[in-house]
């Protein structure tokens, strides 16, 4: 398992929730949500987030609908998983998410919150999801979860 912390993201059309690893990545825990820009104030604000937890990596979900196939969803994570990649000094990974979200919204109902109260922080707990999927597979595999994003390449 390589050290280090990382982050998750959940790229949603309004919202992009954030969750990061503690350094040995046994562990993901929620820390933000960012609303979505075209100014790529959602980028910076991201990128803070990198330095301030001093991250070695960021874990972006890859939206395939159950079947694998790629949705409007799916290109649309890519497309942002890539502007990272090209703005961002730590290597950017991508991570299948499916249903990640649902089970996010399910963890959410049990602990008590309800959908409206949900929607503030669903995103932060689908990011957290789909970062300790990818810790434990890692842990589980041993090899790098996911595929790398090589910046301008796959657009």
């Known amino acids: ?4 912390t990382r982050l998750g993201i959940d790229v949603g059309t309004v919202r992009i929730g954030v969750s990061r690893s503690d350094p040995q990545g046994m562990l993901a825990l929620p820390i933000e949500t960012v ?3 075209d100014d790529d104030s959602d980028v910076t604000r991201i990128l803070a987030l990198v330095e301030e937890y001093e991250a070695a990596e960021i874990v ?14 799916t290109a649309d994570a890519v497309a ?3 502007r990272l990649a090209a703005a961002s000094a730590v290597p950017v990974r991508l991570v299948d998410e499916r249903l990640s979200t649902v089970s996010a919204s399910t963890a959410l109902y049990a602990g008590g919150k ?4 949900q929607r503030q922080v669903v995103d932060q707990a689908a990011a957290t999801v789909i970062l300790q999927h990818a810790l ?20």
């Not at 589980?140 to 657009?155: D, E, F, W, Y």
């Open 1 to 4: 398992m390589r050290n280090g």
């Open 35 to 37: 609303r979505r820009a």
């Open 60 to 73: 972006v979900g890859h939206p395939l609908a159950l079947s694998g196939r790629s949705t409007a969803s």
């Open 80 to 82: 942002f998983a890539h």
């Open 114 to 117: 309800r959908a409206k109260a």
């Open 136 to 155: 434990d597979s890692e842990r589980s595999s041993g090899n790098p979860p996911g595929t790398p994003v090589t910046p301008n390449i796959g657009l």
